[in-house]
Antibody, heavy 118, light 107 residues
Framework: QVQLQESGPGLVKPSQTLSLSCSVS??????????WNWIRQHPGKGLEWIGN???????HYNPSLQSRLTISIDTSKNHLSLMLTSVTAADTAVYYC??????????WGQGILVTVSS | DIQMTQSPSSLSASIGDRVTIACRAS??????LAWYQQKPGQAPKLLIY???RLESGVPSRFSGSGSGTDYTLTISGLQPEDFATYYC?????????FGQGTNLDIK
């Protein structure tokens, strides 16, 4: 059973960089056909797809975040990373990592709340 | 971006009821639609994919239908554990986009 676990600081200061990791266990991280995604949910709001990466390192980003965003993958450690620069209060959210096949996000981490505040 | 619009935004129903949630895409997404259930404090859970295929382990009271731009999620015979928020999501284009959610609560 695939399991995903987000980790990182729960508090980031405005203008700084938000950095999160997602550890993946129980499955083949390098198996083709899966994309590894970051999704966020603002408090009390809906879901926003941030971007994804493939085991090859290729990425797709949400254009609304692209200028501040880097998603990377480390297949030797079975984890993916998210870096979001120049954060503001609008980046306060629960951040999820999730696996997707062609049809849907079928496995999710539990999520991590990141608050942007001084 | 493909905009996904769900209706209604909230819905009250009773145990045993049959409920339907609608989702409309701003363009034809050719059946590339998924439905998720989210309970407070939990990650979303995939229920339906490719518009009408039931994810493994999901009860058969959940069903999906639709094509083109219009899709529906139906729950037949509501159970207490079904009261949650439901989201549709398109897998046709980048960025992936979600509907705004439908909150289903007990009448």
């Amino acid at each position: 059973q695939v399991q995903l676990q987000e980790s990182g600081p729960g508090l980031v200061k405005p203008s700084q960089t938000l950095s999160l990791s997602c550890s993946v266990s129980g499955g083949s991280f390098t198996r083709g056909g899966y994309h590894w995604n970051w999704i966020r949910q603002h408090p009390g709001k809906g879901l926003e797809w941030i971007g994804n990466t493939y085991y090859s390192g290729s990425t797709h980003y949400n254009p609304s975040l692209q200028s501040r965003l880097t998603i990377s993958i480390d297949t030797s450690k079975n984890h993916l990373s998210l870096m979001l620069t120049s954060v503001t209060a609008a980046d306060t959210a629960v951040y999820y990592c999730a696996r997707s096949e062609w049809y849907g996000f079928d496995h999710w981490g539990q999520g991590i709340l990141v608050t942007v505040s001084s | 971006d493909i905009q996904m619009t769900q209706s209604p935004s909230s819905l009250s129903a009773s145990i045993g009821d049959r409920v339907t949630i609608a989702c409309r895409a701003s363009q034809d997404i050719s059946g590339s639609l998924a439905w998720y259930q989210q309970k407070p404090g939990q990650a979303p859970k995939l229920l339906i994919y490719a518009a009408s295929r039931l994810e493994s382990g999901v009860p058969s009271r959940f069903s999906g239908s639709g094509s083109g731009t219009d899709y529906t999620l139906t729950i037949s015979g509501l159970q207490p554990e079904d009261f949650a928020t439901y989201y549709c999501q398109q897998f046709y284009g980048i960025p992936r986009t979600f509907g705004q959610g439908t909150n289903l609560d007990i009448k």
